[in-house]
């Protein structure tokens, strides 16, 4: 049997702000969505944080983000 029983499909990738942290060895970044302000520090070695973007599984933790794109039906 070759038939594939499961479909895999490709996960969808949503583009959004981040805040990334200067820190070489630190992987530290958040959403923005998360944060207030202008300028935050990384939860993790406390070391400032620039603004960036990032792709990332739209399936994962961003239901709020998902949610609005696919239900703006008003
Ligand atoms: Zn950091």
Same mark, same amino acid.
């Given at each position: 049997?070759?038939?594939?029983?499961k479909r895999v499909e490709p996960l969808p990738q949503e583009h959004i702000d981040t805040w990334e942290c200067t820190?070489? #060895?630190c992987n530290g970044w958040? +959403?923005?969505?998360?944060s207030i302000g202008e300028s935050?520090?990384?939860p993790f070695c406390n070391s #400032?944080?620039?603004?960036g973007t +990032?792709?990332?599984n739209g399936l994962s933790?961003?239901?709020p983000y998902t949610k609005a794109a696919s239900s703006n039906t008003k």
């Open positions: 049997m070759s038939y594939y029983n820190k070489d #060895d958040m +959403r923005k969505n998360f935050v520090q990384c #400032d944080m620039k603004s +990032r792709f990332i933790n961003t239901a």
